[in-house]
């Protein structure tokens, strides 16, 4: 009867430690653990594979003989970190290092596969560096584009790998956004912009000059993809020029009309394509509503791919890379429970072999479900969005976090984030509001975010939370809501206003003064700053809009606890204005959580900085919501 007793006091035991029996707690490091190998690359033959391995807290390139699996380690870092690298031809790779300094100065090097012959290209950089074309042209040059000439606008140069030199190859007038070169790295297509409206413009070789082609507001979706081989003169782009979703279609760059229509469905949006320069036809478009799935334009293309399906049932995929042939594919899976791994897949072989797991330390049975949901908002537009609940409790009168995500644009999509299924974890629903002005679900409901910051867009994240009430989901009594950058901003303005709705809330590296955001856009990005202003507002025309709109102007009517993380050496973020706010805060006795993290490109301060951050929000939540 004892050994009964004692082993029934130790079940107990076990289940205090878990919430309703099944999931217990999981460590903050195992959600945002950093990857110990990533941003795998195949070169051009599809024999050599490059990663970036983590070596002395840096990550460092590595190319593994694909025929042999030895491995070889190219760099030894120890003050610069590696932000991305590429294949150039089969036996040189090109990689690009920066410092986690606000002013992020840059080195570029290229180098030979087995580590001989490294080549400094550039050193101690603070502009930046866009890669057009990636492949080597004559044995030596590559495409890209670069503001070192004026830190507002983007040239286009020959990047010269031998000795590094840069010849410009096209001069940017001052409006030019974006450029593109045909399959051959000739340089064809300009994207000029006035900060309202882009005009396409094209020129048939590069002894000719450029000649606009079509101009359409900023709302209107126009994105080149590729040239068709066979077509000259014809560009395969996603567009919803006259429609409300994006389509693929093929434009007649004489023209400037519509060849033909690719692919178009008035309740899809496409997302993505791809294109392949060895078949010379797109394989498919990926399209979004509240999950990505593919489409293929040809039964031939279906076949093949749908061998990648079958080999990883139960999981989306996404191709990250492949070689010249199409034959070698780096692939990344993942699910809404599961970040995922990388896989190389060889066509020819239908052979699918696993490379990495992204996150090891996460396992699937254990994280909650991202469902999908919609609720009217109070002018009866329909709202999207995900509401993920805790995995093993009951469904009803939960604690729930509402995440409104980052903009302007943007939008919250399925798949694993680590943010939600941490707060799961914890115990929280979590709600995410594809607000009105979010990307995916056309141009209408894109431009009915326009200047409704301080309003709607608040209303149907509001409107959401008491579709939760309504529905039994939420504890009315038990809602916070946080977010990072503008998702801060709409916190931030949604909990003052809202006290009778919301507990508590805060940001993370959340924009509190819209008129220190517009002023601190980057000198290359200025050529859009009339489409700012459509978006979120002039300073000069709307300053009162702005002002009212603005959380740094009414600390005076906040009342409940807020939680702030800042970084300090985040370009885009006014530390000293964030610091002062929280003061003016204090003064008026609001409970501030205040804390400093890094989020630059060395992956362990990286790590580091989100656990501190997510450790302080945990106790945030707990302390405000959990308690109470």
């Not at 030894?76 to 990689?95: A, G, P, R, V």
């Not at 070789?205 to 000259?232: C, D």
């Amino acid at each position: 009867m004892l050994k009964r007793i004692i082993l029934l006091v130790f079940i107990a035991a076990i289940c205090a430690c878990k919430r309703s029996g099944d999931v217990g707690i999981i460590p903050v490091d195992d959600f945002f653990k950093t990857q110990d190998k990533a941003y795998y690359r195949i070169s051009p033959d599809g024999k050599s594979l490059s990663y970036l391995k983590l070596q002395d807290k840096k990550l460092d390139l590595f190319v593994e003989n694909l025929a042999t699996g030895k491995s070889v380690q190219l760099t030894h870092l120890t003050e610069k970190s590696i932000s991305f690298h590429f294949w150039t031809s089969n036996n040189e790779l090109i990689y690009y290092a920066e410092d986690d300094t606000k002013e992020r100065k840059s080195d570029l090097f290229v180098i030979n596969k087995d580590g001989s012959k490294q080549v400094q290209l550039s050193s101690n950089e603070k502009t930046r560096v866009r890669v057009i074309e990636d492949q080597l042209i004559d044995d030596k040059y590559i495409i890209v584009a670069s503001n070192k000439r004026d830190s507002t606008v983007f040239d286009v140069y020959r990047l010269n790998v031998r000795n590094g030199k840069m010849e410009i190859a096209a001069k940017n007038p001052g409006n030019i956004t974006e450029w593109m070169t045909d399959n051959k790295g000739i340089l064809k297509i300009a994207v000029a912009s006035d900060g309202v409206n882009e005009t396409l413009l094209y020129r048939e070789n590069e002894r000719k000059p450029f000649l606009p082609v079509i101009t359409n507001n900023f709302e209107t979706t126009f994105q080149p993809v590729a040239f068709p081989e066979n077509e000259p003169n014809v560009l395969y782009a996603i567009s919803s020029v006259n429609r409300d979703k994006n389509a693929l279609v093929a434009l007649d760059l004489k023209t400037g009309k519509e060849k033909k229509v690719l692919f178009a469905n008035d309740t899809l949006n496409v997302t993505e394509t791809r294109y392949s320069r060895i078949q010379n036809k797109i394989m498919f478009v990926t399209c979004e509503t509240w999950k990505k799935q593919k489409y293929y334009l040809d039964n031939e293309t279906k076949l093949t791919y749908s061998k990648i399906d079958q080999l990883l049932p139960g999981t989306e995929w996404r191709i990250m890379d492949n070689d010249k042939m199409d034959n070698v594919f780096v692939v990344r899976t993942f699910t809404d429970k599961n970040p995922g791994s990388y896989y190389l897949y060889t066509v020819s072989e239908n052979k699918l072999k696993k490379l990495t797991d992204i996150n090891s330390s996460i396992k699937g049975e254990s994280m909650s479900d991202m469902k999908p949901i919609s609720f009217k908002s109070s002018d009866s537009l329909t709202i999207n969005g995900y509401l993920t609940l805790p995995k093993g409790t009951k469904k009803t009168n939960l604690p729930v976090v509402v995440l409104p995500h980052n903009g302007p644009g943007g939008r919250n999509t399925w798949g694993y984030n680590a943010e939600v299924q941490f707060l799961a974890n914890r115990g929280y629903a979590v709600l995410q509001v594809n607000y009105r002005g979010s990307n995916g679900y056309g141009k209408s409901f894109y431009a009915a975010g326009f200047k409704e910051w301080d309003d709607k867009i608040q209303e149907d994240v509001n409107d959401g939370v008491r579709w939760l009430i309504a529905n039994k989901i939420a504890n009315p009594k038990k809602i916070a809501i946080y977010g990072n950058g503008f998702g801060g901003y709409i916190a931030l303005n949604c909990l003052y206003k809202n006290a009778d709705l919301y507990s508590c809330g805060g940001s993370n590296s959340g924009v509190i003064n819209l008129f220190s955001y517009l002023k601190g856009i980057p000198p290359f990005l200025k050529s859009n700053l009339q489409m700012y202003y459509e978006i979120i507002g002039n300073p000069v025309t709307d300053t009162d809009y702005l002002r009212s709109a603005s959380p740094v102007f009414h600390a005076d009517r906040f009342k409940l606890p807020l939680f702030i993380a800042q970084n300090p050496k985040d370009p885009r973020v006014n530390v000293a204005e964030g610091v002062q706010f929280i003061k003016e805060l204090k003064k008026r006795n609001v409970p501030v959580t205040y804390i400093e993290k890094e989020e630059g490109p060395n992956p362990i301060k990286r790590q580091q900085g989100r656990t501190a951050l997510y450790k302080a929000l945990e106790e945030f939540l707990k302390n405000n919501i959990s308690k109470k």
